[in-house]
């Protein structure tokens, strides 16, 4: 096919940025263009010179001790002697110079970025470029290994582990000087820092080997890294995203941390003020958190845990609103919490942050941070004592050490939250079985911010503690194709595709436009203790005449069907249009059988459609596929299973994104991708029928 025309790209390009205008409003468009500006006219180069900032911090002997860690005898009993020697075992690692990337396999810990150093600035104006993933040199370079390190140093008092934290600081200090080189493209990036040091300094200040030099050397980075922040925050405010309140929590940090340094109080006064407008616009009444993804929700609450801890020993307290605000927040991560595994929904864009792993608990278990979310917006725990408290001891919000422990002050929350009448369509929109020990949640988003993915009446279905029914996750952001943000599209989500096309339109790597959004609708609502019954639909797909609605049932104890409609909108196109529809399902990597096929039968469920079945460890799983069109019809169904990208059964083209699951970052593993495909005039449906286990008169 002939490449467009250069008028054609221009309409193309004006078309985008009208619709841009439009959905990101013009602040933020604004926002961005004079980001954009200082970086092409030199202006933000010349503001981030490090021999001014290092001149000024030169007076600045030592940072203030801004974080009071917790005493040994708390972790002790939150940890027992096995959690004791798993902390000790993850100080190890960090002595041997490994960390665990996006909480996966442990690797070396490379802090030297790729060769030659230039200005920061030059990789942002593609005057640079280096080929790797950005933020596989970004995440060593976050210091999350010196959290290991400070454990165990609490725990043991082993001064190797000190040792261990200074000589990783000094090699990041040497081989990233200020402002040369990919760790200073991002000043995000030097928010992030900034708060790890300041948490390591607390735990570190009382080692000997936290000399008088080093010290001095601690502050003058500090110092260095706030100084990165300012010149480019209104990019952090054209994203209003966690880079805002990264780079925010950052400077308000910094500025606690060396106060005497001449800038310390406009840190202080411009991170705090950002802080919490950042939380209060990013965070919608319901909770809703603007990027639409479990793992950066939990980053901000993380984020904001971190500061109202300094914030409370510096005399200061969070505004009502920003506390309402993160209340809502955790509550709504709560109602997504599958408590036996500790997982939720891998909803959204997923690039592995982690900023304070104090825990032994793997990356993927949300318990830890929200057992002290709880505590410290919500005032009662989530979970009875266990290992999920050792975050709470960190960074639990008590001023006062004398105080008692967080992890043992209030009672414990009730199971799930019952919905009042008036929240009928509050999200998170989630069902539980009744009777039983599986739960859904349908993803039905009225969008606050830029969606990540488009995944609009995706399913996501919960068993024992297993992800049945899942969502593929992230995987890479920085790589060829089809691995640049290749999961984010409609077709590897649990939904309903038209025409292999998205619910929306994608922009850009990160961006999509035309936002879907979805509305539930009242009369598909049943209620008693937990909803059991739930529709809604959306309308990404109006453009070319098609609404999806979606009704979700908990029919028995470990049943659940599934009903998609596409319908005819008021804008279809005269005249009986046929479309291609397909279903889609992602389920585990299990062993599967396609057990039986009907074609053209005579009638009775699912008539024309399949059945599958699945050995998960818990059990059989059994799903029961089938579609028509108005009035009955029966069409002709395609199905396909594909895995890791590879056909196992059926026939048609498939492609390589289909059939992963992504855990985290840079990690995807196979999973099994189930496909029906139809073809037909409007309207046309699909049912689904998850069967969950032996279940009694199930054939």
């Known amino acids: 096919m002939a490449a467009p025309k250069p008028a054609a790209r221009w309409l193309n390009r004006g078309k985008l940025i009208f619709i841009a205008l439009r959905e990101l409003g013009p602040q933020a468009v604004f926002q961005f263009g004079l980001y954009r500006l200082g970086l092409i006219s030199g202006v933000v180069r010349q503001l981030t010179r490090s021999p001014r900032f290092s001149a000024e911090t030169q007076t600045v002997s030592a940072p203030a001790a801004i974080y009071t860690p917790p005493c040994r005898e708390e972790l002790l009993a939150i940890l027992g002697s096995g959690g004791v020697q798993a902390a000790l075992a993850e100080a190890e690692l960090a002595v041997n110079g490994k960390t665990r990337l996006f909480g996966g396999d442990a690797v070396e810990i490379c802090l030297q970025p790729p060769q030659p150093l230039r200005h920061w600035t030059d990789y942002e104006l593609g005057r640079a470029s280096v080929d790797v993933d950005v933020k596989l040199v970004w995440e060593p370079a976050r210091l999350g290994w010196a959290v290991g390190l400070a454990r165990g140093y609490l725990l043991s008092g082993d001064e190797r582990y000190a040792a261990a934290f200074w000589g990783l600081l000094e090699e990041f200090w040497d081989a990233n000087p200020p402002y040369l080189g990919l760790n200073w493209v991002s000043a995000q990036e030097a928010g992030i820092r900034l708060m790890a040091l300041n948490a390591a300094w607390g735990v570190f200040g009382r080692s000997p ?8 050397r601690l502050a003058q980075s500090i110092g260095v890294h706030a100084a990165r922040i300012p010149p480019t925050l209104v990019y952090a405010r054209a994203q209003n995203n966690n880079h805002l309140l990264s780079e925010a929590a950052g400077l308000y940090t910094a500025g606690l941390a060396i106060p005497s340094h001449p800038q310390a109080r406009r840190w202080r006064s411009t991170g705090w003020q950002w802080l919490q407008r950042g939380f209060t616009a990013q965070i919608d009444a319901n909770g809703v958190y603007i990027q639409h993804s479990a793992n950066y929700q939990r980053l901000m609450l993380q ?21 309402e605000r993160l209340a809502a927040s955790t509550a709504f991560l709560i109602e997504l919490l599958d408590r036996q595994s500790g997982g939720v929904p891998n909803l959204g864009p997923n690039d592995g942050a982690y900023l304070f792993p104090f825990s032994n608990l793997p990356y993927e278990d949300f318990r830890p941070v929200l057992q002290a979310a709880s505590q410290v917006f919500c005032g009662k725990k989530l979970l009875d004592a266990g290992p999920w408290d050792e975050i709470t001891a960190w960074l639990g919000g008590r001023a006062d050490p004398a105080s008692p422990p967080a992890a043992v002050a209030e009672p414990v929350m009730d199971q799930p939250c ?3 009448e008036v929240a009928e369509q509050k999200p998170p929109h989630t069902l539980r079985s009744p009777g039983g020990d599986s739960w859904a949640y349908l993803r039905a988003a009225r969008f606050n911010g830029r969606p ?4 609009q009446l995706h399913l996501d279905l919960w068993w024992c503690g297993m992800n049945v029914a899942q969502d593929a996750g992230t995987y890479l952001y920085n790589a060829p194709d089809p691995w640049g943000n290749g999961l984010m599209g409609s077709d590897v989500h649990n939904t309903v595709t038209v025409d292999g096309l998205d619910q929306m339109l994608r922009a850009g790597r990160f961006l999509f436009l035309e936002r879907a959004d979805a509305e539930v609708s009242p009369e598909g609502l049943e209620r008693g203790e937990n909803w059991t019954r739930l529709s809604a639909e959306h309308r990404g797909y109006a453009r070319f005449g098609v609404i999806h609605r979606r009704t979700v049932t908990a029919l028995a104890p470990e049943t659940w069907l599934v009903e998609d409609a596409l319908l005819p909108s008021s804008t279809a196109p005269a005249g009986e249009l046929e479309h291609r529809a397909c279903l889609s399902w992602l389920t585990q990597d299990w062993n599967w059988e396609v057990m039986e096929r009907e074609e053209d039968a005579p009638g009775g469920e699912f008539a024309s459609g399949f059945k599958l079945r699945f050995s998960s460890p818990a059990g059989p799983i059994q799903l029961l596929l089938g579609a028509s069109q108005h009035a009955g019809a029966l069409l002709p169904l395609e199905l396909q299973l594909v895995r890791a990208g590879e056909l196992l059964y059926g026939s048609g083209p498939v492609k390589p994104t289909w059939g992963w699951s992504s855990p985290t970052y840079g990690v995807k593993r196979p999973a099994l991708a189930v496909k029906l495909h139809l073809r037909g005039r409007l309207p ?8 969950l286990g032996e279940i009694s008169g199930a054939p």
């Open 684 to 691: 046309l449906y699909f049912y689904s029928e998850w069967r």
């Open 452 to 455: 990540g993915h488009a995944d």
């Open 303 to 323: 984020i904001a845990l971190w500061a109202q801890r300094i914030a409370l020993e510096a005399g200061m307290a969070f505004p009502a609103l920003s506390l």
């Open 209 to 216: 080997h936290s000399t008088a030099p080093r010290a001095a």
């Open 418 to 420: 019952v919905r009042t």
